[in-house]
């Protein structure tokens, strides 16, 4: 289950079940353990009742699901930073300040890259190609700058309450501001919305649902290559995901090692 068709179905349930439902998230991915499988299934069979507002089967399904977990442990449950494309770098994650994260996008010819970083060390980036069914459309640097933020809050169960993003698209920005007012159709020009094959939902889409539902989060300006840290570390990440297209490189250690750079700056300039 993907990250946004779960955060859709804990919307229809009680505050308390929501709660127990986001702390066993982590069951619900793909894995190869069959007790994790059986967990996850659990979760997954939960909200499914609640969709059909069965609560009370809900509520014992997570009740099943809690148990199995408490006998199974945590040990093998994958992690957001074993995620391929992401990593943290693990220093800064003890860090008391709000969170600020920052999101860029590169495109060159038929190739782009996007990529992110937050102020807790976590980065992710990811590389992209063209063909001929790609329903980018024209706007390919404004869809791929929004594309960016749907891969940042997508690697959070629940993204942290109270985080503020950082763009240097203008007109990302109004999007995302847009969208935050109830604004959900507004869509770039020429964004096609025909059905994806890996999902339910075209990426936008699923984005413009998510901020909709997230008034605590916050977008902001932040001019491009001015020396701002975090800024240059997404910038850096969207290139070095473009670059992977056309050259081979072991990219985990050069984003790793990048990011760490760029968060020391930050936080000493933060910390004076």
Not at 142 to 151: G, Q, S, Y
Not at 221 to 237: I, M, P, Q, T
Request: proline share 5%; hydrophobic share 40%; net charge positive.
């Amino acid at each position: 289950m993907r990250p946004d068709e779960f955060l859709r179905a804990l919307d229809l349930l009680p505050t308390p079940l929501h709660e127990r439902a986001v702390a066993l998230r982590a069951y619900a991915r793909v894995t190869r353990c069959e007790d994790c499988q059986r967990i996850g299934d659990a979760v997954r069979l939960a909200l499914t009742a609640a969709h059909y507002d069965e609560i009370a089967s809900a509520r014992q399904l997570l009740d099943t699901a809690e148990q199995q977990a408490a006998r199974h442990g945590s040990t093998c449950r994958s992690q957001p930073d074993q995620q391929h494309g992401r990593g943290r770098v693990g220093r800064w994650a003890g860090t008391s300040a709000p969170l600020v994260a920052a999101t860029d996008a590169s495109w060159k010819g038929r190739g782009g890259g996007i990529g992110y970083v937050v102020s807790d060390g976590h980065w992710g980036l990811r590389s992209r190609g063209t063909d001929r069914l790609d329903p980018t459309g024209p706007s390919r640097v404004l869809i791929n700058e929004l594309r960016a933020v749907e891969f940042l809050l997508s690697a959070y169960d629940e993204a942290p309450a109270g985080l503020t993003v950082l763009l240097d698209s203008l007109a990302a920005l109004r999007y995302l501001h847009r969208w935050q007012a109830g604004e959900a159709d507004a869509m770039p020009a020429g964004y096609s919305l025909r059905p994806r094959s890996s999902s339910a939902q075209p990426t936008l889409v699923r984005l413009a649902e998510l901020v909709g539902r997230r008034p605590d989060l916050s977008f902001a300006h932040v001019k491009g290559h001015s020396g701002h840290a975090l800024n240059e570390a997404a910038d850096g990440l969207s290139h070095m995901a473009r670059r992977r297209l056309g050259e081979s490189f072991d990219v985990r250690p050069r984003a790793h090692a990048l990011v760490d750079a760029f968060l020391r700056d930050w936080h000493t300039t933060v910390a004076s």
